[in-house]
């Protein structure tokens, strides 16, 4: 066999095509931010203690102690989640309490899969 044998032909170096339907400029425009915010390590942490917690829900206050972080740094990162569309909050007395969205998981999740939603 000669090198010239070893170099693949065109047809041969180039992909595989498109099967499935790729995501549209919206699609990832939409999807980027939701990324973006589980992007940062003690936020995915948040969505994971959130999602731990008995009953889905998780109050500032239990979520503290999880971090050497100050209370007003875990705030901000629920901010970005919240905004994100990934929580969902409720004020009770002077303490409010996260629930992660399961609609935005589960349409992340499907996006994942390669089935999108």
């Known amino acids: 066999m000669s090198i010239v044998d070893a170099v693949p032909t ?56 999880s971090f050497d972080l100050s209370q007003p740094t875990i705030s901000r990162h629920l901010k970005i989640l919240y905004d994100a569309g990934l929580l969902e909050r409720e004020k009770r007395g002077v303490w409010v309490y996260y629930r992660a969205r399961n609609e935005a998981l589960g349409s992340l999740a499907a996006l994942l899969a390669g089935t999108g939603k």
Request: hydrophobic content about 45%; proline content about 7%.
């Open 10 to 65: 065109p047809a041969a170096a180039c992909c595989s095509p498109v099967s499935g339907k790729p995501l549209s400029r919206a699609e990832a425009e939409r999807i980027a931010p939701v990324l973006k915010a589980l992007g940062d390590s003690v936020r995915l942490r948040l969505m994971s203690l959130i999602a731990a917690h008995e009953g889905g829900e998780a109050c500032v206050c239990d979520l503290n102690e």
